[in-house]
């Protein structure tokens, strides 16, 4: 295909439309379901005694490239990253584009050539699809829509209100990277230190946690809203406090530099390839080791444990700081930094 820019036609339902079909996305990542060109991919049903999982996300990050990643992979590790929180084996995914008129068709084959490898290296499938295309200036270039599957094996649950006190909670890696990375593109900032997004698909490293550790409460990625909209959203599933350690929480000193120059809180930055993982406290250090020894779980810390709530009210997230004082640990309110995902 000779087009250099995405067209109108090539959201038509004709002979446009079938080339970047044929020549982009099936080029990068089709297989056998995807090239049927059915409406509908017709897809085997999950083993006996298994559950299915399902999650979808739409991302619409800008800038679309930047140091560690791009929308396209972006894109995969989010949804393939929610669906193994659940304890799930992601299998299949699905991916709609929404395409603005004018966007460069070569960044459109280096999107889906990021989503293909990340695909690859997570093991799932993108079995169907849709591409729809808008005027210009009517869109930011590209928007991307993807569904995940996967399947849960017979007996394994995992919720954050099966948390209970004494559970210890570990953070896979250093807080903040993505939010900051983000910003640093979209502000034109530089720092001593390179910075890049840490997005990454990581159910490979919940299902080695999960083989250490079988008896872990919950998993959740820290996106949007960061390391404290989860332990909240935690602490109000279960009914519980949780208390984390100031000085046990990883953070590279670009990034907690950078959070002090724009003023953020890096509990509340996203984070698009960490996972908190809450685990009763005698399978803490198995489920530590199992994540340290993956690639993307070398920083890995028990960051902090979890507490009977006080009746006389709601359940707290505590952050006991590095001088031995406390301080309640709040979900974000508003958006610190918009579109990040």
């Known amino acids: 295909m000779n087009d250099e820019t995405v067209l109108l036609g090539h959201g038509s339902g004709g002979t446009m439309m079938k080339r970047i079909i044929d020549d982009v996305f099936f080029e990068a990542y089709a297989g056998d379901e995807l090239r049927r060109g059915d409406d509908a991919a017709v897809l085997p049903t999950p083993p006996a005694g298994a559950r299915l999982a399902l999650s979808t996300d739409s991302f619409v990050v800008t800038p679309h490239f930047f140091p560690g990643g791009d929308i396209g992979h972006l894109a995969v590790c989010g949804t393939v990253n ?181 003023g953020y809180d890096v509990f509340q930055v996203a984070n698009e390839g960490k996972m908190v993982c809450v685990v009763p406290a005698d399978e803490a250090e198995a489920a530590l080791a199992a994540m340290r020894a993956n690639k993307y779980g070398a920083d890995a810390a028990i960051i902090g444990e979890v507490t009977e709530a006080k009746p006389d009210r709601g359940p707290k997230v505590f952050l006991r700081t590095a001088f031995g004082s406390a301080r309640i640990l709040d979900m974000l309110v508003g958006e610190q930094l918009p579109r990040i995902c």
Do not use: W
């Open 82 to 262: 929610d669906v193994a929180t659940a304890g799930a084996v992601p299998q299949y995914l699905s991916c709609g584009f929404v395409l603005e008129e004018g966007f460069p068709m070569d960044d459109l084959r280096r999107i889906c050539a990021s989503m293909a490898a990340c695909a690859k290296e997570a093991g799932v499938c993108i079995v169907t699809g849709d591409t729809k295309v808008v005027n210009r200036g009517h869109g930011d270039g590209v928007y991307i829509n993807t569904t995940g599957v996967g399947f849960v094996p017979e007996g394994r649950e995992l919720s954050g209100r099966l948390i209970q006190p004494g559970d210890k909670v570990i953070l896979s890696g250093t807080l903040g990277d993505h939010g900051i990375t983000i910003m640093s593109c979209r502000e034109s900032l530089s720092f001593k230190a390179q910075i890049e997004s840490d997005a990454a698909p990581l159910n490979h490293l919940i299902a080695e946690t999960l083989e250490a550790a079988p008896h872990v409460r919950a998993f959740r990625d820290p996106t949007r809203g960061g390391l404290a909209s989860t332990l909240n959203e935690f602490a109000s599933q279960a009914g519980v406090d949780i208390t984390v350690e100031e000085d046990a929480v990883p953070v590279k000193p670009a990034v907690l530099g950078a959070c002090e120059m724009l």
